[in-house]
């Protein structure tokens, strides 16, 4: 019996909630947004409706390296997984629509015929592997232009040690990061995590130097960072030249690029929402976003290439336009009606 809902911290520990047997109730949702937080409220009492079944909640930045995978593009997002089948998934839910979902599967355990998604446990099997490589792949790409990571249960115990070289050194605290935590455990196994396939929460610290496994204990590879100083100033300065590319690579990945806070469908800042609303009025509808919560490395590093240093950053062929105050002056300047901006860009 379901006496509370459970937070979830990555899409390995959303595999193993779905694995078990029995109904599961998941929320997908994004601190701070208004209709995320009504959801959550109503969320919050289903045990007390249905408490044959289990719940959890899942915050969209913790499953940031997967939630394309998952097909979750909206929140509040509500998932009914029964019998390890996911019958329905309603996006932007409203409370009669829980309830409703409530009766009808977590209280009743019944799976319609012809109303499952999925429907067969391999179907979504297959959904949360792929979800697990993507966020594998993403932490090998997130790697690329780190020269050296250091990965621990006590980011304290590193601040500690002095003389460690700065620039470039990331100090991934596990528990404030763990599905990267997770996934960077399934590219560098070691003996005291090689037992948790990276599918429960995980101990062991990692130090990875150019993209390469150099210690399993942070405080140990602390000292031989400390005594390769040299040599990492090198690999530091080669990742910097690697971010500055990638940050160019994403910039000329589609016509029109936006660096933002959120995405097209859930923008987290009222600049970021603005230029989407205006990109809509358009008609621009084909662009691509970079999520600037995803990466603080590169939300950094795009700042100093653009030599812009605010977010959002729209930019078309390549070149960068601004942000929403240009692209307000820009429509204001030639009639105001936002369908000119299409024109003036080209597009």
């Excluded at 979902?101 to 446990?121: A, I, M, N, T």
């Excluded at 099997?125 to 997130?142: F, H, I, M, P, T």
């Excluded at 009222?270 to 603080?296: G, H, M, P, Q, W």
Aim: overall charge negative; charged content about 25%.
């Amino acid at each position: 019996m379901a006496e509370s809902v459970c937070r979830v911290r990555s899409v390995f520990e959303l595999a193993d909630s779905v694995g078990q047997h029995g109904s599961l109730g998941v929320l997908f949702f994004a601190e701070g947004h208004a209709k995320s937080d009504a959801m959550k409220a109503v969320f919050e009492k289903l045990p007390k409706v249905a408490p044959q079944a289990r719940y959890v909640m899942v915050e969209m930045k913790d499953i940031a390296c997967s939630r394309e995978a998952l097909g979750v593009t909206a929140v509040p997002t509500f998932w009914v997984v029964v019998n390890q089948a996911l019958p329905e998934c309603l996006e932007v839910p409203q409370a009669p629509d829980y309830l409703a979902l409530c009766k009808k599967y977590l209280v009743q355990g019944s799976v319609p015929l012809g109303q499952e998604l999925f429907k067969d446990r391999a179907a979504l099997d297959v959904l949360l592997k792929g979800a697990r490589d993507a966020a594998v792949a993403a932490s090998e790409e997130w790697l690329s232009v780190r020269p050296y990571v250091i990965l621990t249960t006590d980011a304290s115990k590193c601040r500690l040690l002095s003389g460690t070289p700065e620039p470039g050194r990331i100090v991934l605290d596990q528990s404030t990061a763990p599905e990267m935590a997770a996934a960077l455990h399934t590219l560098f196994p070691t003996t005291a995590n090689a037992a948790t396939n990276a599918t429960t929460a995980v101990t062991s610290d990692l130090v990875i130097v150019d993209g390469s496994l150099f210690a399993d204990d942070s405080v140990d590879g602390l000292k031989k960072l400390q005594e390769a100083s040299k040599e990492l100033e090198e690999i530091a300065t080669r990742a910097d030249a690697k971010l500055a590319e990638r940050c160019r690579d994403i910039i000329n990945q589609a016509e029109v690029v936006m660096f933002m806070k959120g995405s097209k469908s859930a923008p987290y800042c009222k600049f970021s929402k603005a230029i989407s609303a205006l990109l809509r009025e358009a008609e621009i509808d084909d662009y691509d976003c970079f999520n600037v919560f995803t990466d603080d490395y590169i939300r950094e590093k795009v700042k100093v290439v653009s030599n812009w240093k605010t977010f959002p950053q729209l930019y078309v062929r390549g070149q960068l336009i601004g942000g929403i105050d240009t692209v307000k002056q820009m429509i204001e300047e030639n009639g105001g009606d936002p369908k000119v901006l299409k024109k003036l860009l080209k597009l």
